[in-house]
Every structure is written in structure tokens, then in C-alpha cells.
């Protein structure tokens, strides 16, 4: 009981569905190999800056989806929304934020 | 003793025979992505000689030769520079000269290594031999900001080129004396040079732009007429396709008269010709190029492509300026290179764990070999290339 409650608060708490383990794994190697190509594999950056969490702290969430889904014009940060929809991007904020595994 | 000496000698006889010789014209690095690691390759048996681990971040890597065709020098991406001794199959020297690197070039005389970095923003360049530091050249700009570098050449006279990302210029530096690099600037370029390429004779440097349409071109016969735009009204800003990955300038692309480039922020191969720096024709592709190839004799190119089309090759004809052949490879294509002639081509593609050997000719996959992630191919030949 404990632990469903707990995983209702996660939901809530970025509002948002939570992918499937399909898509996860799909997302992850986006993130890998595409994210990666500018932000690096690491995500220590590169042409791109890097997706740590103490660079993206302070940073609220909505700028960051916004960021993955509409790109950033000006810059070489394209709109990923062709390829993901708003959970996903917020599923991926939440994977930033908790740092390379 | 006596009886001894013939079991001796006969003993040091077999040895020698069974050493096996081998030259290094033939071989090439495959360099394995994620484990951050490089396989030596024979080009001529298809086969791989040896696996050089622990050489860092290498997602995104390239690889210089030594003028002997010995040494192979990997820049990986987390600043490492790697020095492999191919005869050996051994790690020769390896030292991590900044935080977050792109490439490389080597030097005319094969006496010097240069790496341009991001972090810090910059050049830097070693002795080819030691590995040690020779020279290092902040790419600083306004107001004393360092600038992303990319780009990064050889040229003829001793000299590198590259170009400023973050402010739009080109640089090159005579390195004739080493202890005293000579700077040349060339400022308003255009915005987001994000790569650059030299001509096979060493006379023209073209930066690619991302900021805004076109190329630049430096004549460097003639470096005192300044920058030159190319293509500068070919996309508007309003038609531009998002990009979704840099395309590469390295694989410089010169055939029969025409230069071939990918078009940023369209699904487009840019011939322009040569004398006029004018467009001759857009060649529609599949996708956002990213390698534009020329075979080594000119009569192919090869394209591929931005995820999602990244499961593609597509073969320009050059005699007709048009698409001869569209391949699938298999999943994310990444990178290829021609055996010295060109009648064969290697395919890295990183998702299915493999490098795909291609006949040119027949476009048929004549063998493979595996490769964990592979990201990149690069062939000793490129030791006596200017440019490579």
C-alpha cells in the first residue's frame, strides 16, 4: 500500500504517464545516441552543453520539456517532437535530473 | 654443447619464420563507441589484428596517421589524445590535453599533432613523437571568451586551419617555427562555422555555416582577398528543416569539377563547381545528409543520414548528377571509408554491431566483421592525404 502510494506521488509529481518499458528503453537510447551526438554520451556536453544535473538545477521543468520538444531557436537545438511526445520529454527531464547511471 | 648449437640454430630459423612480417599500407582503426576502445583492421583479409582498449570517451572520435603509416593518433571526445603503434598492436602514449574535445589534424612534415577543443576553447599541438606540448593557442575572442573550435585542417607550408564556432572566424597558424606559431585571423566569417574542410591540393579551406546560409571560402594562395561566401541566399530561414545531427565536412567531397556538400536544414547533396563557386545543382536525398564521400576516382559519391534516416547509403552518379542507388545497411549507419582505389567501402553500423564491407562497383556487401558500437573507420591511406 505503502509503495503504491509512493509511485501515485512520483505520477503526480511530474504529471505525467510515465512511458511504457518499451518506449523507455527507446527513449534511453535516444538519449544515448542522438541526445548524445551534441551533449555528448556522457552528457558532459560537446557542441551542445552538458545535461547534469548540477547544470540543469535551477532550471524548471516546463523549460526543459519545452527545450526537448520545440528546440531552442537561435541555436543548433532542434524541436524533438516529431519523435516524442510531452510524457516522454518529461520522462526524460526526470532521467537528467537523477545523473548518468 | 656442440650437438646443441644446430638445435639452436634450427630453433632460431623457425622463429624468424613463423614472426610474421607486416606492413601497415593496408590496415585501418575501427573505433568501438561506447567500450571506448579501436580495433586494428587488415583491409586486403577483411579481418581484424587486435583490440586497443582504455582510450577513454570515444563517442565521438577521429583518427590521424603518422607519414610512415605506423601510428594511428585517436582524438576521443573527452580530450584524450592516443598514440597506437599498429605494428605492435599496443598503446604507444596516451595523455588528456583539455576537458571536451572534436579532432585533430597532423602536420605537413608529420612532426606535429594539433587538436581543436571546447573545452577550454582552442589549439593545441604536440610533438607527433613525445606526445609532449609544442604550442597552445587559446581561440580567444571578444572580450576574452574562448571560442568552441572545429574544423580543424592541415595545410601545405607547415600551417592548420580551423574555425571559431562561437565567433565566426577562421584562424591559421604557420608552425614553420614551432616555438613561435604565427596567427592569422580572419574575422565575420558568418555565423556558426560548425565544420571545414581543404581541398585535395591544399589550396581552398570551406567552412560549412550553421547560423546562417552558404560556406565560407579562404583562398589560401591568395589569403590577402579575404573570406569568400558561398551560396548565401540557398536557404531562407523560414524553409530551414531542423538539423539532428552536425553534419561532417571532413570527407571532403571533390569530383570531376564539382565540389559536393551537405545542405544544412535540407534534405539536399550541394554541387558546386569549382571555378565559379557557384551551385550546379541540389540533388534531393533521403534525409539530412551528414558524410558526403566521393569515391577516391571521383565517379561515385556516397551519402548518409540524420537519425531517422539513418538506416540508409545513398550513391550519387556523378557522370549524371543524380541518384544511382539508395542501400540499407542496417541500423544507424554512422560512417564509411574507401580502401585507398576505392573499389571497396567500409560501412560502420553501430547499432547492429557490425562493419559492412561494400564492392563499389556491384554495390554488393562482399564480408563483415564485427564491431561493438562502431562509430568510425579510418584507413592508413589517409597519411598522405592533405586534409585526412
Given amino acids: 500500500m505503502k509503495k503504491s502510494l509512493l509511485l501515485l506521488g512520483v505520477t503526480l509529481n511530474c504529471l505525467a504517464a510515465e512511458p511504457t518499458s518499451v518506449r523507455q528503453a527507446e527513449l534511453r537510447h535516444l538519449l544515448k545516441n542522438d541526445c548524445g551526438a551534441c551533449h555528448g554520451l556522457t552528457l558532459h556536453g560537446g557542441m551542445g552543453p552538458a545535461l547534469l544535473p548540477e547544470t540543469l538545477k535551477g532550471k524548471p521543468d516546463e523549460f526543459l520539456v519545452s527545450t526537448i520538444l520545440n528546440g531552442r531557436k537561435g541555436t543548433p537545438m532542434p524541436p524533438w517532437k516529431p519523435f516524442m511526445n510531452a510524457d516522454d520529454a518529461h520522462w526524460l527531464v526526470n532521467i537528467l535530473r537523477q545523473g548518468p547511471q | ?388
Avoid at chain 2, 206 to 225: H, M, R, T, Y
Fill in chain 2, 1 to 388: 654443447m656442440k650437438n646443441r648449437l644446430p638445435l639452436l640454430l634450427g630453433l632460431l630459423l623457425t622463429f624468424n619464420a613463423n614472426a610474421e612480417l607486416r606492413a601497415t599500407g593496408d590496415l585501418g582503426i575501427i573505433i568501438e563507441r561506447e567500450a571506448g576502445s579501436a580495433l586494428i583492421i587488415d583491409t586486403t583479409e577483411h579481418k581484424q589484428l587486435a583490440r586497443i582498449d582504455k582510450l577513454g570517451d570515444l563517442s565521438h572520435a577521429s583518427v590521424v596517421f603518422s607519414r610512415d603509416q605506423r601510428f594511428a593518433y585517436i582524438f576521443g571526445r573527452d580530450g584524450g589524445l592516443s598514440k597506437i603503434d599498429l605494428l605492435q598492436d599496443k598503446l604507444d602514449k596516451r595523455i588528456v590535453q583539455a576537458g571536451n574535445s572534436i579532432g585533430g589534424a597532423i602536420s605537413q612534415d608529420g612532426t606535429l599533432i594539433a587538436v581543436s577543443n571546447y573545452t577550454p576553447g582552442g589549439v593545441k599541438i604536440f610533438s607527433a613523437d613525445t606526445l609532449e606540448l609544442v604550442a597552445d593557442i587559446p581561440a580567444e575572442y571578444a572580450d576574452g571568451k574562448l571560442s568552441k573550435v572545429v574544423g580543424l585542417v592541415d595545410a601545405p607550408d607547415q600551417r592548420f586551419v580551423f574555425s571559431l564556432f562561437d565567433a565566426g572566424e577562421i584562424w591559421t597558424i604557420d608552425m614553420s617555427t614551432p616555438k613561435k606559431p604565427k596567427i592569422e585571423k580572419f574575422k565575420n566569417v558568418g555565423k556558426f562555422p560548425y565544420d571545414g574542410l581543404i581541398t585535395s591540393d591544399g589550396r581552398f579551406y570551406i567552412a560549412g555555416l550553421f547560423g546562417e546560409s552558404g560556406l565560407s571560402l579562404l583562398d589560401l594562395w591568395e589569403p590577402e582577398k579575404g573570406i569568400k561566401r558561398i551560396l548565401p541566399d540557398y536557404v531562407k530561414p523560414d524553409e530551414q528543416l531542423p538539423v539532428y545531427k552536425m553534419p561532417h565536412l571532413e570527407g571532403w567531397a571533390v569530383a570531376d569539377d564539382y565540389i559536393f556538400v551537405p545542405a544544412i536544414g535540407k534534405n539536399e547533396v550541394l554541387v558546386i563547381d569549382k571555378q565559379s563557386w557557384k551551385l550546379v545543382k541540389a540533388i534531393p536525398v533521403a534525409g539530412q545528409p551528414v558524410f558526403v564521400m566521393a569515391r577516391p576516382d571521383g565517379r561515385q559519391v556516397w551519402v548518409n543520414f540524420a537519425t531517422p534516416e539513418n538506416n540508409k547509403l545513398q550513391v550519387i552518379d556523378v557522370k549524371g548528377l543524380d541518384l544511382q542507388s539508395t542501400l540499407t545497411p542496417g541500423h544507424a549507419v554512422l560512417h564509411m571509408e574507401f580502401t585507398p582505389r576505392g573499389e571497396n567501402v567500409w560501412v560502420a553500423v553501430r547499432d547492429d554491431d557490425q562493419v559492412l564491407v561494400y564492392d563499389t562497383h556491384t554495390l554488393k556487401e562482399i564480408a563483415h566483421l564485427p564491431a561493438q558500437k562502431p562509430n568510425g573507420v579510418f584507413f592508413t591511406s589517409r597519411a598522405n592525404k592533405i586534409g585526412f
